[in-house]
T-cell receptor, first 112, second 117 residues
Framework: TQLLEQSPQFLSIQEGENLTVYCNSS?????LQWYRQEPGEGPVLLVT?????EVKKLKRLTFQFGDARKDSSLHITAAQPGDTGLYLC????????????FGKGTKLTVNP | GAVVSQHPSWVICKSGTSVKIECRSL??????MFWYRQFPKQSLMLMATSNEGSKATYEQGVEKDKFLINHASLTLSTLTVTSAHPEDSSFYIC?????????????FGPGTRLTVL
């Protein structure tokens, strides 16, 4: 069974601070996706990383896929209250499975 | 990406009744849709994969007779929670990946909050 461990589970910071969220597994994934979910809504896709060592930037968000394609990180620079939400990583296994494996999520609160 | 709608957005029902939740793909034909359940402060748990024109594939531990899934058209999948009990109270979310690339990125509906009294 493929599992994705996310850390930290909860994070409360002040506006302007930087933070990193980690997503780790002992399994190799063909791709890793990051989603952001706000209360009472469905998750929204932020980015997909595919190649080992890949780095993608989305404004103040930087996503990295580990060289071995087993882990990923999300770094937010100068966090803003609008970044508050549940951040979920999800992996697509090798072998053609359609199912995504979701991590338990990181609940981020950015205080003004 | 795809646009997915769900109806209703929230529902309150009495214990023992059945509740139907609809999931519609508004701009893509979805041969496959996914149903998830999310408990407070927890991640998404895949319940089943809904396949157009055939039986749904349920995840281990999910009762197929309690959570009935019907995917009768390419744009509509329904989840019926039969004989609902308070422990079925949860946030139910559907998704589909028809508008995505090869990495099966999911486009989620806005979710349905079910409360069973």
């Amino acid at each position: 069974t493929q599992l994705l461990e996310q850390s930290p589970q909860f994070l409360s910071i002040q506006e302007g601070e930087n933070l990193t969220v980690y997503c780790n597994s002992s399994s190799v994934f063909s791709s890793l996706q990051w989603y952001r979910q706000e209360p009472g809504e469905g998750p929204v896709l932020l980015v997909t990383v595919v190649t080992g060592g890949e780095v993608k930037k989305l404004k103040r968000l930087t996503f990295q896929f580990g060289d071995a394609r087993k882990d990923s990180s999300l770094h937010i620079t100068a966090a803003q209250p609008g970044d508050t939400g549940l951040y979920l990583c999800a992996g697509l296994g090798v072998g053609g499975s359609e199912k995504l494996v979701f991590g338990k999520g990181t609940k981020l609160t950015v205080n003004p | 990406g795809a646009v997915v709608s769900q109806h209703p957005s929230w529902v309150i029902c009495k214990s023992g009744t059945s509740v139907k939740i609809e999931c519609r793909s508004l701009d893509f034909q979805a041969t496959t849709m996914f149903w998830y359940r999310q408990f407070p402060k927890q991640s998404l748990m895949l319940m089943a994969t809904s396949n157009e024109g055939s039986k749904a594939t349920y995840e281990q531990g999910v009762e197929k007779d309690k959570f009935l899934i019907n995917h009768a058209s390419l744009t509509l999948s329904t989840l019926t929670v039969t004989s609902a009990h308070p422990e079925d109270s949860s946030f139910y979310i559907c998704s589909e990946a028809s508008g995505a690339g090869i990495h099966n990125e999911q486009f989620f509906g806005p979710g349905t909050r079910l409360t069973v009294l």
